[in-house]
């Protein structure tokens, strides 16, 4: 039998896609004999700020054998329970969706059905109150997931903050101990066989030509390959996420940082607030043709919690995705593949889960239709699904001061989306496809959180004995109050852990 094995896979780009790929195939592809080339150059800069991360990056950094200390130490991480919103219902308002659990289910029954049937008889409050998660967050503390079931700390969840340059910085010196070889250029042509048009090299500027098998473009927005290239196409969603600019910016803070990522609706989109170890990361998203960059970047300033350590960055984007992630022998990686803005941190995830499918479907040098396609179906699925829950914090506003926010809560959604608003606004159901990110929590979070009650609730509560679900909330609530008083602040969850970054110690002391 011949072999058919991929002898050279080559990365173009670095930065967090690149080197996310290139530390996933230096665990599970390289001890198998393909040869990893990756291709960045100096000259050229990337996107890193502060980035907030899902919980599902836990799963990739053990999948690698990471320790979660060492990497808190050298990314500047910090944990993240999830996502305050603030003014994104009417200007005010403010809610958290957090990661993990709402309460305790009845006899299968979902707790949030349980809240709203008793809601009917009694004022409760907000239901973000009986997650842990969000309780610890808001009085600033962490604790580990507990390994005892039923105890309210048994449902933390989380995920982390940290500084995404030296995330990649991390993960370089990771793959390159692993035998993935970095190589310093920038390409200036790309090579394609004649016959199918498949890319069969890439040119540096000092004339060197680096052939592979199987290519994956990081190339960031520009798609070196998968666009510029192979011409692949993009679909446009500024229709629905009209937001194509930010303004970034960090800043000092003296206070300790806070377990969550903040995002606050202004006039024509929103500012984002993530706490690291020794600084806190900061930026405005916003719609340009509903304001001018002068005026995004003022407001910005004048929202800031903190001084500026360095001069505002402008960034310009375009929300959408690749027409094929997967084309001829290119995989598409981070934004290279597409653009969702950053509303629940998912751009790591989409990378992380571009990496997982294509080691699923790893093809050979024959370079088979069937892996390709698959690919391909599975993450536009993913995409799109994405998108929906992106839009839909869009769509469920009820704010009326300004242009952006009507066109926003007028505009017609994906029909994917319009039908999962209308069945939670039914009876409040939700019902997991395969590719969806986001669990039920996580609507009924933004759902309740945005005023989007559903008018009644699940038949299957009436079957419930009234007074046991009356009881079963109220322990809830004491039981999660009574569990965070417990917990210790984040940051000394941090030093115990000994997972302090060299200059958050610096910035300990200097305080």
């Avoid at 054998?65 to 308002?93: C, H, M, P, Q, Y």
């Avoid at 960055?313 to 022998?329: C, H, I, K, P």
């Avoid at 001061?401 to 994917?416: A, G, H, I, K, N």
Wanted: aromatic share 10%.
């Amino acid at each position: 039998m011949s072999d058919h094995r991929l002898d050279r896979i080559v990365i173009v780009g670095g930065g967090t896609a690149g080197w996310m790929a290139a530390a996933a195939l230096a665990r599970f592809v390289v001890p198998g004999g393909t040869k990893v080339v990756l291709i960045e150059s100096s000259e050229i800069g990337t996107i890193g700020v502060g980035e907030a991360t899902i919980p599902t990056i836990q799963k990739f950094n053990h999948l690698l054998g990471i320790d979660e200390a060492e990497f808190l130490r050298a990314t500047s991480g910090t944990f993240k329970l999830g996502i305050e919103f603030v003014n994104w219902g009417r200007v005010g308002d403010r809610y958290i969706h957090p990661f993990g659990r709402f309460g305790r289910d009845i006899a299968g029954v979902d707790f949030h059905q349980l809240y709203l049937r008793e809601a009917q008889r009694q004022p409760l409050p907000p239901i973000d109150q009986f997650s842990i998660s969000a309780q610890a967050a808001r009085a600033g503390r962490f604790q580990h997931p507990s390994a005892e079931p039923g105890q309210p700390a048994h449902d933390i969840a989380y995920a982390y903050h940290f500084d995404a340059t030296r995330y990649a910085e991390f993960l370089r010196a990771f793959a390159e101990r692993l035998g993935v070889e970095r190589r310093e250029g920038r390409i200036v042509d790309v090579s394609l066989d004649a016959p199918a048009r498949f890319v069969d090299s890439v040119i540096l500027a000092d004339g060197e030509r680096i052939s592979g098998d199987l290519f994956l473009d990081c190339s960031g927005f520009r798609g070196l390959l998968i666009e510029q290239s192979l011409a692949t196409g993009f679909e446009d969603w500024s229709h629905w996420l009209p937001c194509d600019r930010a303004i970034a910016v960090p800043t000092a803070d003296a206070a300790p940082p806070a377990p969550f990522t903040r995002a606050t609706a202004l006039e024509a989109g929103w500012q984002w607030r993530i706490p690291l170890q020794h600084r806190v990361g900061n930026g405005h998203v916003y719609a340009s043709r509903f304001m001018k960059e002068d005026r995004a970047e003022a407001l910005l300033l004048a929202n800031l919690e903190g001084e500026p350590v360095n001069e505002p960055r402008r960034l310009r984007f375009e929300t959408g995705r690749r027409r094929l992630a997967w084309n001829r022998n290119v995989v598409a990686l981070g934004l290279a593949a597409g653009f969702i803005e950053p509303l629940e941190s998912t751009s790591i995830h989409l990378i992380q889960h571009g990496i997982a499918m294509l080691l699923a479907l790893l093809p050979d040098k024959r370079h088979g239709s069937i892996e390709r396609d698959e690919y391909n179906r599975q993450m536009q699925a993913s995409y799109e699904a994405v998108r929906d829950f992106i839009v839909l914090h869009y769509k469920l506003n009820q704010r009326d001061d300004s242009l952006f926010w009507r066109y926003c809560r007028e505009m017609e959604v994906p029909e994917t989306l319009a039908r999962r608003i209308e069945l939670f606004r039914g009876r409040g159901r939700y019902l997991k496809g395969d590719t969806d990110l986001f669990t039920t929590n996580s609507w009924v979070a933004v759902m309740l959180g945005q005023a989007g009650w559903p008018s009644g609730f699940d038949p299957l509560v009436e079957a419930l004995d009234a007074d046991k679900v009356a009881r079963q909330i109220e322990n809830a609530h004491g039981a999660i109050a009574r569990a965070v008083g417990t917990m210790p602040l984040q940051m000394e969850i941090l030093r115990r852990m000994n997972a302090l970054a060299p200059d958050a110690r610096e910035h300990e002391q200097a305080a």
